[in-house]
Structure formats: structure tokens, C-alpha cells
């Protein structure tokens, strides 16, 4: 009896950890799908919630958390969720934090299967309770969006995001492998498609010469006005890293965007991928060996030449920050790991966690009463977070719309928006979530980078995005002569390419109705959408999903593509990607 509980554990302990080791591998939406062999269909709902059931019975024995480890691997091997390697340092790596956060949790066995196995095994909807609480203050009058004055200046951002650094990414390795990531000089062997020197259109992260290349163009190609930086430094090897890798990857790529872009400043934001193990982001009232002190502290200091001490001291403590950075423009970086699905410390805490959401109506607010306007950034957009998280956010979006100039986001790796509409008609666009393409190749992706224009510094600016550029390496090319500096060229411009008049939510919102009636026109965004690399095909359901994505701002919200549905497609919300 004790041992077929002891098993018990180990399955459900692992598929725990399956949970957050494969939600860092981003499965692209409608591109390419990462397909590692291994299934969920290999769990039964009623497996899941009896493995729950006794997880909460034995893990009141700290003593029992070694144990469950153990039979974890086996369970894990004998399942074939992953390679035995992978098997035993995942297990190993995720062991304390999942298991403390479980017991630190009081969640039930239809809410955790309804997790990890979907909505046919159990209900997941956990914090869709809780608000956050508006001032008084009435909305200001509503202003819609004007162009700027003939010959205003404009300010050019850099845009960063999903570096994801391999250091072990060597030339000539298996570009196709057993092992979740690719292209390295441990990978194994299946087949005979080697890795390109610059990079590869496969399960694959960078070289460090590829990120420098990126470097070296950009501070050739300025001046920059500054840089957004959102997140997600290290590779995708997440069942192998530790706290000193994440914190070398932090320092390495934080030295050469500092060597490179000079006197530039540049805002972060702290992407998934940073913690070790991945997706591990306690609330602040965790303390100890288990907390985020060890990365908060650690970005504080590698960036404390762009920021200032206000700034640095909420970055320490929770991983936000804001900070003026033009007479009339604030930022606001957030720690969007505070309302990812795949953090799952949040089973310990997630209304509101670490007052980020409150704490943001509170900069807003002061922000209105200074007549600023706010630029946010932030890793995961929120459309795929938590839903209450995520309605919550829209309803700051919905009140502060006249402050909030712009928001910028990465994490999906693709090139798409979220446009934010009014609550009341969910008819009126009123803000738009920007979604920059990933600096990795990762999957099967070009390289690449963003620069948005934006209504400069001057009395009454909007400080709202006026265009946006995209570029991009094109692998195929530059891998021909792999002893040549590659070139980095301009794959796009928004404005141009789209026939669009400016850059304002209406504007996108009529883009997305374009794309419905213009397939054309919607396949040339397709193209985009996977930065110029793509081989498969669009067709009705895959375009339904993507409009309906365009359109959402707030997960979980089937009113935001009713109409979609309405005309006979089936509109399928995102899952979270990395």
C-alpha cells in the first residue's frame, strides 16, 4: 500500500513539474508546433486527481519529499514524458520550489487536473474573485487621438526581447535532436541537418556571436532614443540550469548591450525565463533560500547605471519599478510572472500578487494628476495571463486610457498586438498591447528586433507609437557564408506595409476587419507574423484563431470574437506560449 501511494506522489509531483518545464517551451499558436514525443495522453483525469489526493495526504511528511522525487524519475521515465537524462535534472531542479508551493497552497484535485489536463477533468478558474480598487477620482473627459504637428520630433525606441543566450549553441551541431533544445554541442544525433554558423530554423537559441552581430548593428544604425529590454535572457535548456548560470547570462548580456549602446539608456523588464527554475516567481512575502531575492538584487545591481534609487528599490523587492524618463513621460516596467499561468507559486498567493496591480492605479493616478504620460513594459502580454489578473489589467487600461500611451510586450516570440477596447461596448478601441518579435531564432524563426517611432518630446505630445519597423537576419543568407558579417535588414514598416494612415488603436482595430475580408493582405501579415519564415499555410480556422488573438486583450473572453463565431468559425484562446 505504501509504496502504490509513494508512486502516486511521483506522478503527480511530476506532473507538476512537466507542467512548468513544458510551459517554458513556446508551442507556437498557429506556426510551427514543438512536437518532443511526449504526451499528456499518457495521464488519465481520474490518474491526475487520485495522484493529487495523495500528494496532499503525504507531503504533510516533509521527510516524504526525497521519496517523491525518486519515484518521480521513474514515473517519469516509465510514462516517457522526457528523456531519462532529462528525467532526473528536471526532477531535481523543481523538487523544492513545486512541492513547497503545493503545500503552501490549498488548491483541490478537480482545480489542479483542470490545470494540467484541461477543462474535461476539472474546473480551473482560480482568483477570479478579486478587483482592485479604483480611486474616485472621475475618467477624464474621453480626447481621441490626434497626429502630431507638422515637423514634431520623434523619438526612436529600441525594442529587445527573448534573447535566449545558448552558450553550449555550437556550429555544425544536430539541429535536430531528441532533446527538447537543439543545435548544441551535447545534443544527440538524429539526422544529419547541422547548425548554422549565425543560427538555424529549428528547436534552437543563439550563439553569443549572433547577439553581438545584433549589437553591433543596432549602435551602427542609431542614435536610439533609449531601449525597452523585456526579458528572457537565458536558452531553453530549463531542465539543466542553476542560479548561477541565470545570474551569468544576466551579466554577460547586460555587459554588452552596456559595451555596444553606450550612454543609451535602457529600461528592462524581467522576462519567465530569468529564474532558475524557470517560471519560479514567489509572491515577496516568501522568504529565504526559495525567494527572488537572489535575481531582484542581482538585476539591481548589473542595472543600476540606468536606473534610479526609487526605481532600484521596488526592483529589489518584487521586480517592478517606475521611473520618469522624459519631462512628461513616465515608465512603468512590470513583472508580468506575477500573472503567468506557469508560476506556479501563484498557487500560494494569487490575488493581486505583491499589490503589483494595485500599486499600478496608484502611478497611474499620481501620473494623471501631473498631466504625464505612461509608457508600460512588461515580458508576458496580458491577454494569456490569469483571467482575473488579466480583467483586472484591462480595467486600469479602460480608466487610465488617456495616460497610458503605449504598451509593449514580448514572450510569444511572434509578431501580433492586442488591441484593448472600452467595457462598456467592447466596441471602442481605446489602447493596444504592441507584441515584439523574439531577438532568438526559436522555432523556426529568422532573428530579429523592433524600433518604434514614437511622438517625441514637446508640449502636448502624445508620446502614442507612430509606426513601428521590424528587422531580421535572414538565416538562409547569412548562414552561405558563415566568415562574413551578416547583414540585418529591414523586413518591414507597419505604416507602409499595411496602407495604414497612422498607428492609433483605431487604426489597428480597422487593420484586424481588413484582415478578415483581405486574405491577401492577411497572409502578408502571416508571413510577418513568424518574421518572414514560415511554410505553413493559414486557412479558416488557423485565421479565425489569430484574428480572434489580434482582438483580445483580457484572456478568456468570448465576448471579443462573438462576432468571429458568429460568421461560423470556432475562435480558440491562446495558451500560454513560453
Not at 526532477?91 to 512541492?99: A, E, G, N, R
Not at 542609431?222 to 551569468?248: C, K, M, S
Request: net charge negative; hydrophobic share 35%.
Amino acid at each position: 500500500m505504501a509504496s502504490r501511494t509513494v508512486s502516486s506522489l511521483g506522478g503527480l509531483f511530476l506532473l507538476l513539474i512537466a507542467w512548468s518545464y513544458s510551459s517554458a517551451v513556446p508551442l507556437s499558436h498557429q506556426g510551427p508546433r514543438l512536437d518532443l514525443g511526449y504526451g499528456w495522453s499518457n495521464i488519465t483525469c481520474t490518474t491526475c486527481k487520485a495522484l493529487v489526493l495523495a500528494l496532499d495526504i503525504s507531503l504533510q511528511v516533509e521527510s516524504n519529499m526525497d521519496l517523491v522525487a525518486e519515484v518521480a524519475v521513474k514515473v517519469c521515465k516509465t510514462l516517457h514524458l522526457a528523456e531519462a537524462d532529462i528525467c532526473q535534472q528536471a526532477v531535481q531542479l523543481f523538487k523544492q520550489d513545486v512541492i513547497t508551493a503545493w503545500v503552501m497552497s490549498v488548491l483541490r484535485p478537480s482545480e489542479v487536473c483542470g490545470l494540467l489536463l484541461g477543462t474535461d477533468c476539472g474546473h480551473w478558474d482560480i482568483g477570479s474573485d478579486w478587483n482592485i480598487t479604483l480611486p474616485p477620482v472621475p475618467k477624464p473627459p474621453i480626447q481621441p487621438p490626434v497626429p502630431p504637428p507638422p515637423g514634431s520630433p520623434t523619438s526612436r525606441v529600441l525594442f529587445l526581447t527573448d534573447i535566449h543566450w545558448d552558450h553550449s549553441y555550437a556550429p555544425g551541431a544536430p539541429a535536430t535532436c531528441k532533446e527538447p533544445l537543439c543545435c548544441r554541442s551535447q545534443s544527440s544525433s538524429d539526422g544529419h541537418n547541422p547548425a548554422g554558423y549565425w543560427g538555424e530554423y529549428s528547436t534552437c537559441d543563439l550563439p553569443l556571436h549572433t547577439i553581438q552581430s545584433l549589437l553591433q548593428h543596432v549602435a551602427s544604425n542609431g542614435p536610439f532614443d533609449r531601449v525597452y529590454w523585456t526579458g528572457d535572457i537565458p536558452a531553453h535548456n530549463v531542465w539543466e540550469q542553476t542560479r548561477t548560470q541565470q545570474l551569468d547570462a544576466l551579466r554577460t548580456i547586460t555587459g554588452l548591450i552596456r559595451k555596444y549602446l553606450g550612454p543609451v539608456p535602457v529600461y528592462p523588464a524581467v522576462g519567465n525565463h530569468e529564474s532558475a527554475p524557470v517560471n519560479s516567481f514567489p509572491p515577496p512575502s516568501v522568504y529565504g533560500n526559495l525567494s527572488s531575492h537572489w535575481l531582484y538584487h542581482a538585476m539591481a545591481q548589473e542595472w543600476e547605471e540606468w536606473l534610479p534609487t526609487p526605481a532600484l528599490e521596488t526592483l529589489r523587492t518584487s521586480g517592478f519599478y517606475t521611473t520618469k524618463i522624459a519631462p512628461n513621460l513616465r515608465l512603468v516596467s512590470l513583472n508580468m510572472n506575477f500573472c503567468a499561468t506557469e508560476n506556479f507559486w501563484l498557487m500560494v498567493n494569487y490575488t493581486d500578487p505583491a499589490g503589483q496591480l494595485q500599486w499600478l492605479v496608484g502611478v497611474l493616478q499620481e501620473a494623471e494628476n501631473n498631466h504625464e504620460k505612461v509608457h508600460i513594459i512588461g515580458h508576458i502580454p496580458p491577454g494569456i495571463c490569469l483571467k482575473s489578473w488579466s480583467w483586472n489589467y484591462y480595467r486600469i487600461v479602460n480608466r487610465y486610457e488617456a495616460t497610458i500611451a503605449a504598451q509593449f510586450f514580448g514572450h510569444t516570440h511572434l509578431d501580433e498586438f492586442e488591441i484593448f477596447y472600452d467595457e462598456e461596448t467592447l466596441s471602442r478601441p481605446l489602447s493596444v498591447a504592441f507584441i515584439a518579435p523574439s531577438v532568438t531564432t526559436f522555432i523556426n524563426l529568422n532573428p530579429g528586433f523592433r524600433v518604434y517611432l514614437v511622438d517625441g518630446e514637446y508640449p502636448d505630445s502624445s508620446h502614442m507609437v507612430l509606426d513601428h519597423e521590424t528587422y531580421i537576419l535572414n538565416l538562409t543568407e547569412a548562414n552561405k557564408m558563415p566568415s562574413v558579417a551578416p547583414q540585418w535588414t529591414l523586413l518591414y514598416s507597419a505604416l507602409d506595409t499595411y496602407g495604414m494612415k497612422s498607428s492609433y488603436p483605431s487604426d489597428w482595430d480597422q487593420l484586424v476587419q481588413r484582415f478578415f475580408w483581405d486574405d491577401r493582405l492577411f497572409q502578408i501579415f502571416w508571413f510577418l507574423h513568424h518574421k518572414g519564415h514560415v511554410s505553413e499555410v493559414c486557412e479558416e480556422a488557423c485565421k479565425t484563431d489569430l484574428l480572434c488573438i489580434l482582438r483580445t486583450g483580457r484572456s478568456n473572453d468570448p465576448q471579443l470574437c462573438k462576432d468571429l463565431n458568429h460568421k461560423g468559425k470556432t475562435a480558440k484562446r491562446r495558451k500560454s506560449l513560453c
